[in-house]
């Protein structure tokens, strides 16, 4: 079965320490894994999508990288704007629905 | 703003009553998702629709149904319904089904839907 963990749970930094996230994912046929950052009550902000083992992705603060079998989402210098709950998810090549982790709830403190 | 539009953006209803979800995709998308998220789960995929027809249904109760429409909207019904329905239901969208062309999903903003 497709599945996807994220770890921590919550993650509370001061504003400037940097920190990473992980996600750990088994599926049969990773077509791409997904980025989402989501605000309280509000929709999944697209980030990232990853398709292949060794690829990395950058974005402000953000940088997502992929192996065979997790992505890690690193946050460097983090502000307390960054603060949200970031959502990895899988997509197989079988299927086009994305799988969700339960996400890391970050909190960025000044 | 993702682009995809859901209406409404709240809702309150009493268990066994019917209520309809709506859902306007980004311009130009084909492909309908609609998801389940609930405060002791992730996202939950129910069902997907592309230019019309059904492609993927996922945990979706029997219910619960959905169709997408010749301009694209989509709808999503819940009926009979119970206090564990109350969720945010999220609609994306995307080109094509992201099998075909690995295109990204986009989310709206969620309806809010509380069974009292």
């Known amino acids: 079965e497709d599945q996807v963990t994220q770890s921590p749970e919550a993650l509370r930094l001061q504003e400037g320490e940097s920190s990473s996230l992980n996600c750990s994912y088994t599926?049969?046929?990773?077509?791409?894994l997904f980025w989402y950052r989501q605000d309280p009550g509000k929709g999944p902000e697209f980030l990232f999508t990853?398709?292949?083992a060794g690829e990395e992705k950058e974005k402000e603060r953000l940088k997502a990288t992929l192996t065979k079998k997790e992505s890690f989402l690193h946050i460097t210098a983090p502000k307390p704007e960054d603060s949200a709950t970031y959502l990895c998810a899988v997509q197989a090549f079988h299927t086009d629905k994305l799988i969700f982790g339960t996400g890391t709830r970050l909190q960025v403190f000044p | 703003d993702s682009g995809v539009t859901q209406t409404p953006k709240h809702l309150i209803t009493a268990t066994g009553q019917r209520v309809t979800l709506r859902c306007s995709p980004r311009?130009?998308?084909?492909?309908v998702y609609w998801y389940q998220q609930s405060l002791d789960q992730g996202l939950q995929f129910l069902i997907q629709y592309y230019n019309g027809e059904e492609r993927a249904k996922g945990n979706i109760l029997e219910r619960f149904s959905a169709q997408q429409f010749p301009d694209l909207h989509s709808e999503l019904n819940l009926s009979s319904l119970e206090l564990g329905d109350s969720a945010l239901y999220f609609c994306a969208s995307s080109v094509e089904p992201t099998s075909v062309s690995g295109n990204t999903i986009y989310f709206g903003e969620g309806s809010w839907l509380t069974v009292v």
């Open positions: 599926v049969s046929g990773l077509r791409g």
């Open positions: 311009s130009g998308d084909l492909s």
């Open positions: 990853l398709y292949s």
